[in-house]
């Protein structure tokens, strides 16, 4: 015989009471850790944060939350597994769908890092890092990560949370998912990280490319066509897609003042700042800039945060940092898509972050061995100032190339240096458009080989030449011509 339970709607709520999402705390209680790291860990500004708005409130998030998200329902079974988590041994459970830790074949599993510690998972431990979690993350994980989050960014005391997500990547597509309706304006660089372009795509949103100079996007045109908009009664943007920090592709670092003046027309202009931070660790030009999580007096940002860059890509390692009342529509994606992001890498991250003096060391490191790498590119592309033009990135890993007198370089890439045997990035890669003629290469050095680089210019320097000579003799081409 087949018994159906129903749950009743107070039954569902209570369960999530049972579980509700935990804030970070506001009550300023910092780690300590080794004064040389603290340039290394401090994305706030050591002023107290304050703002002529007001906090947006719990019911206010309702019109930034896409019709398709408002649809999702708490999934019981991933309930009962954080429910789970909180009682432990107290109740005798027939509840949980988990397969029994004792099936699992592995006994042990260690890593051995290459300053000569490591960390190892064995028995309960490693029973635990091969099991089920909640959606939302690894309980210890999560713990971590709100004390990781307090100490670099000191946020004003508004209900935040967290939630582990499977890369940076996947947070994107998480926030897209939650805020974008068919058809949405959304607010991104001119030329910006291709991911997002490739999650908006099945929307076909109305881009609002933003134009960067050497210090980023640039707040007074952001203001003047949000302006124009308003004034002419265009929908406006619900959501702002940027990396303050090594913007990928231009490589540029928004500083204090325009973060600041961004911000505000978050606030003025009522939409959501999404900071996608992953190269936050790769800034080559001093002290790192307050983020915006920093100075969100008024619930406005979800951040973004990977170690995929500075640790390993394959790992997976990410979290997403929202007020709460978002980040628990984005759990119930989550439950619907993942179930919860892998246990395994979220046990190595928890390790690496419970060292904080031995992170800092490995991630300082990390941006000497690219700047490195960066400077060495550079002295090696003073052959090509006739020809392009192209800044010193500021953070992150990748040139921005404007190849001069040539409109369009996608065939240059595909076919003239592609046949030398010389792999480039056009950049039609970074913008919507893709199909739209673009002068712009992306240049990246962190894998060239330091004898390869010299090479590598010089076969640039003559492919540019050639594409030079043939623009000149005809026409030009558009991106997708063969």
């Known amino acids: 015989m087949l018994i159906t339970v129903k749950f009743s709607k107070s039954n569902v709520d209570l369960l999530k009471k049972l579980i509700e999402i935990r804030p970070l705390l506001s009550v300023r209680k910092y780690s300590q850790s080794n004064?040389?790291?603290?340039?290394?860990?401090?994305?706030?500004?050591?002023?107290?944060?304050?703002?002529?708005?007001?906090?947006?409130?719990?019911?206010?998030?309702?019109?930034?939350?896409?019709?398709?998200?408002?649809?999702?329902?708490?999934?019981?079974?991933?309930l009962i597994t954080s429910l789970s988590y909180k009682v432990g041994k107290r109740m005798i459970s027939l509840a949980e769908?988990?397969?029994?830790?004792?099936?699992?074949?592995?006994?042990?599993?260690?890593l051995e890092m290459k300053e000569g510690a490591g960390m190892v998972f064995e028995g309960k431990e490693l029973a635990a890092a091969l099991q089920y979690v909640p959606s939302q993350g690894l309980p210890a994980l999560l713990s971590e990560l709100r004390r990781f989050q307090e100490d670099l960014h000191r946020p004003p005391p508004l209900?935040?949370?967290?939630?582990?997500?499977?890369?940076?990547?996947?947070?994107?597509?998480?926030?897209?998912?939650?805020?974008?309706?068919?058809?949405?304006?959304?607010?991104?660089?001119?030329?910006?990280?291709?991911?997002?372009?490739?999650?908006?795509?099945?929307?076909?949103?109305e881009i609002l490319g933003i134009p960067e100079d050497d210090d980023g996007l640039i707040p007074e045109t952001l203001d003047a066509?949000?302006?124009?908009?308003?004034?002419?009664?265009?929908?406006?943007?619900?959501?702002?897609?940027?990396?303050?920090?090594?913007?990928?592709?231009?490589?540029?670092?928004?500083?204090?003042?325009?973060?600041r003046k961004i911000y505000e027309l978050a606030c003025r202009y009522d939409f959501l700042i999404v900071e996608d931070e992953p190269y936050m660790f790769l800034n080559y030009v001093g002290r790192n800039p307050p983020s915006f999580l920093s100075m969100d007096t008024c619930g406005r940002v979800i951040r973004l945060d990977s170690l995929s860059k500075v640790v390993s890509s394959g790992?997976?390692?990410?979290?997403?940092?929202?007020?709460?009342?978002?980040?628990?529509?984005?759990e119930l994606h989550m439950q619907a898509e993942l179930l919860h992001s892998c246990t395994l890498s979220q046990a190595i991250l928890l390790q690496l972050l419970s060292d904080r003096d031995r992170l800092a060391n490995h991630l300082k490191s990390t941006s000497e061995f690219y700047r490195l790498r960066r400077d060495a590119l550079y002295h090696e592309m003073q052959?090509?100032?006739?020809?392009?033009?192209?800044?010193l990135p500021s953070a992150g890993l990748f040139f921005w190339v404007k190849v001069?007198?040539?409109?369009?370089?996608?065939?240059?890439?595909?076919?003239?240096a592609f046949k030398r045997g010389l792999m480039l990035i056009p950049g039609q890669a970074f913008v919507y458009d893709s199909t739209a003629?673009?002068?712009?290469l992306r240049l990246t050095f962190s894998k060239i080989k330091y004898e390869d680089m010299k090479t590598a210019i010089l076969h640039l320097s003559d492919i540019i030449r050639d594409e030079q000579r043939i623009n000149e003799k005809q026409p030009q081409r558009v991106a997708t011509e063969s």
């Open 437 to 440: 003629p673009c002068p712009y």
């Open 383 to 391: 052959i090509l100032t006739d020809l392009v033009h192209c800044p």
């Open 97 to 110: 769908g988990m397969p029994n830790e004792d099936v699992f074949p592995f006994k042990r599993i260690a």
């Open 159 to 205: 209900p935040r949370d967290i939630l582990v997500i499977n890369g940076g990547q996947h947070g994107i597509y998480q926030c897209v998912e939650l805020l974008v309706e068919p058809g949405d304006p959304v607010i991104t660089n001119e030329y910006a990280y291709t991911g997002i372009h490739s999650t908006l795509k099945p929307y076909k949103p």
């Open 404 to 416: 001069n007198g040539v409109e369009d370089v996608y065939n240059m890439v595909f076919h003239t």
């Open 315 to 330: 790992l997976r390692a990410a979290w997403l940092t929202a007020p709460t009342t978002l980040l628990h529509r984005l």
């Open 225 to 259: 066509v949000l302006a124009d908009r308003l004034s002419r009664g265009m929908k406006m943007p619900k959501m702002m897609y940027v990396t303050p920090t090594g913007s990928n592709p231009t490589g540029t670092v928004i500083p204090e003042e325009r973060r």
């Open 35 to 78: 004064e040389s790291n603290e340039n290394i860990f401090k994305f706030y500004s050591d002023g107290n944060e304050s703002s002529k708005h007001e906090p947006l409130a719990e019911e206010d998030y309702q019109r930034f939350i896409s019709q398709r998200a408002a649809r999702r329902e708490p999934a019981i079974t991933r």
